[in-house]
């Protein structure tokens, strides 16, 4: 008599666990981006995020002898075994089995309970440790879980013919909605892959992996208000290969793709940390120089002038040759007054033009530039 109300009551649990499913892929979307891995802060909030599911979980268990509720708890300690790591699945089994106690009364069976729990987290955490994809891992989780289970049921109703009442239709519920979970997880979890591919393809260069022109002219913007905001300068280096189309012709576009790689690695090497570097497109670049004067960004130039003449280039074939960039800096008041992204830009590039009239390999400054005319 009690199968009916049991699985209706299992059924509930499922279709909660799927929002819950949906929820966490919604925050791991936001705040934890696919492919990377979760930080601390991050390993403790989805450990307690998870906990809080698994407790609203344990709000609508069926009862199915004293002290004793079926549910589907278990499953968030696997789900974040699995999805998050060792570390949310300890602290989420660890808030089941200290919820356990604390809102079912201090008993023989919410012990047994709360034992069980953590022998889940324990067991789910040592497995999310070992190099098996996720279905492996969530297999072997639930199927561990639903030993831990029948262990629970035979101990707390007293013998293995009043569990087998029960476990049977458990064992069906568990099976199934760790099936369905797992595959609804995969489906958020390649939906929020796709979705960061796409954030990155849209801010960032496909071959150099710097950030593109409409990302450097976002950040342009953005600078320039806080420069303006907090009475500091900025600064912009705008840069080219020199002759880069006959390094294309004479080696081919295999070569002329690694000097853009390379460059592009040369340039975050010699740039600060806080400073954006992108490729504007084809062989020219710029450097974004936050909290900056245009004295400042004529050495930094320089500095990257120098790295970039004094060490080759290494081509495909394994060949060796010399590149070396013409750079035009301008800055924010200094040089340009307005706070005006394309002002400064068109300074920049002036002074990028007069390097390269003047002789190539070389940092001019739009100020002096300015001042030759």
Not at 3 to 17: D, E, G, H, Q, Y
Not at 115 to 137: A, T
Request: charged letters at 15%.
């Amino acid at each position: 008599m009690l199968i009916t109300p049991l699985a209706s009551s299992l059924f509930a649990n499922f279709c909660i666990l799927a929002t819950f499913v949906f929820i966490a892929g919604m925050l791991s979307k936001r705040y934890v981006p696919a492919g990377h891995a979760f930080s601390l802060l991050g390993s403790v909030n989805a450990g307690l995020l998870f906990g809080i599911f698994g407790i609203v979980l344990m709000s609508y268990s069926f009862p199915v002898g004293h002290h004793t509720y079926a549910n589907l708890r278990h499953l968030t300690i696997v789900l974040a075994a699995t999805y998050a790591g060792w570390l949310p699945s300890l602290i989420c089994s660890v808030l089941l089995a200290v919820s356990r106690v604390l809102f079912y009364q201090l008993n023989y069976e919410s012990v047994s309970a709360a034992v069980s729990l953590l022998v889940s987290g324990l067991g789910c955490c040592l497995i999310s440790r070992l190099p098996w994809d996720r279905l492996r891992k969530m297999t072997v989780s639930n199927l561990l879980n639903l030993i831990i289970i029948l262990a629970t049921l035979v101990n707390n109703l007293g013998g293995w013919n009043a569990a087998m009442t029960i476990y049977p239709v458990q064992l069906i519920a568990v099976l199934g909605a760790g099936l369905v979970i797992y595959y609804i997880a995969e489906y958020i979890q390649r939906s929020n892959e796709l979705y960061s591919q796409l954030q990155i393809s849209a801010t960032t260069d496909y071959l150099t992996g710097l950030h593109n022109l409409q990302q450097f002219h976002r950040y342009l913007d953005l600078e320039l208000d806080r420069s303006e905001r907090r009475s500091e300068p900025l600064s912009l280096l705008v840069l080219d290969i020199d002759h880069f189309k006959a390094i294309n012709d004479t080696y081919g576009h295999p070569a002329g793709d690694a000097v853009l790689k390379q460059l592009a690695h040369r340039l975050r090497s010699h740039s600060r940390s806080y400073d954006y570097v992108s490729r504007n497109g084809g062989e020219e670049f710029a450097v974004l120089l936050p909290d900056c004067s245009l004295a400042m960004a004529r050495r930094a130039g320089e500095r990257i002038r120098s790295a970039v003449a004094d060490e080759r280039f290494t081509l495909p074939s394994g060949q060796k040759i010399p590149v070396t960039i013409s750079i035009g800096a301008a800055s924010y008041p200094q040089v340009v007054e307005e706070a005006s992204g394309e002002l400064l830009f068109q300074y920049a590039d002036q002074a990028l033009y007069e390097a390269k009239n003047s002789g190539r390999n070389r940092v001019v400054a739009a100020q002096a530039a300015h001042m030759e005319r």
